[in-house]
T-cell receptor, first 111, second 114 residues
Framework: SQQGEEDPQALSIQEGENATMNCSYKTSINNLQWYRQNSGRGLVHLILIRSNEREKHSGRLRVTLDTSKKSSSLLITASRAADTASYFCATEETSGSRLTFGEGTQLTVNP | DVKVTQSSRYLVKRTGEKVFLECVQDMDHENMFWYRQDPGLGLRLIYFSYDVKMKEKGDIPEGYSVSREKKERFSLILESASTNQTSMYLC?????????????FGDGTRLSIL
């Protein structure tokens, strides 16, 4: 069963704007991870946030985690056309090291 | 950088055939995973393995089996291919660890069963 649910399913913005994607989940987790997938390619790991962390940054990426609301958000600042891709959240539950992926958000950044 | 290599990018097979999808990783990772990805359904875990000769069922193991004879290689087997197994198949690997490890993915095999 799918643990994470991303919102929105699709997002279209202009270059230079910020993009925010949200993820909700249902059970207790060890960590939450965000991945990116370019069309026709495999997933690439972007960032991992542990259950005892609230915010994490990596370059133009900012991830927040609210364990009380069982939700996370991924913010991409100053977006570029090259950021066009699908973005997935994945949760690692406290019971093991397997990940459960959401259905993804398709981000389109228009030049 | 970790490299996960899947043997074929595109594969076309016929119904009833036995199909082998191969995956090799070069970073001595303990964990390896097979997913299928379908529109509207996201990634679903088929099988995973924590060590050589060990395997665990994921969420949708029916119609599939796996083999892990060497640490670096994890094979997915479709025993008798059916049209509903047409999909994108993704292999991934990760280190074993308590603190959470990212998964590294191959580029996928787009499999069509005719």
């Amino acid at each position: 069963s799918q643990q994470g649910e991303e919102d929105p399913q699709a997002l279209s913005i202009q270059e230079g704007e910020n993009a925010t994607m949200n993820c909700s989940y249902k059970t207790s987790i060890n960590n939450l991870q965000w991945y990116r997938q370019n069309s026709g390619r495999g997933l690439v790991h972007l960032i991992l946030i542990r259950s005892n962390e609230r915010e994490k940054h990596s370059g133009r990426l900012r991830v927040t985690l609210d364990t009380s609301k069982k939700s996370s958000s991924l913010l991409i600042t100053a977006s570029r056309a090259a950021d066009t891709a699908s973005y997935f959240c994945a949760t690692e539950e406290t019971s093991g090291s397997r990940l459960t992926f959401g259905e993804g958000t398709q981000l389109t950044v228009n030049p | 950088d970790v490299k996960v290599t899947q043997s074929s990018r595109y594969l076309v097979k016929r119904t009833g055939e036995k199909v082998f999808l191969e995956c090799v990783q070069d970073m001595d990772h303990e964990n390896m995973f097979w997913y299928r990805q379908d529109p509207g359904l996201g990634l679903r875990l088929i099988y995973f393995s924590y060590d050589v000769k060990m395997k665990e069922k994921g969420d949708i193991p029916e119609g599939y089996s796996v083999s892990r004879e060497k640490k670096e290689r994890f094979s997915l087997i479709l025993e008798s291919a059916s049209t509903n197994q047409t999909s994108m198949y993704l292999c991934a690997s990760s280190l074993w660890g308590w603190a959470g490890q990212p998964q590294h993915f191959g580029d996928g095999t787009r499999l069509s069963i005719l």
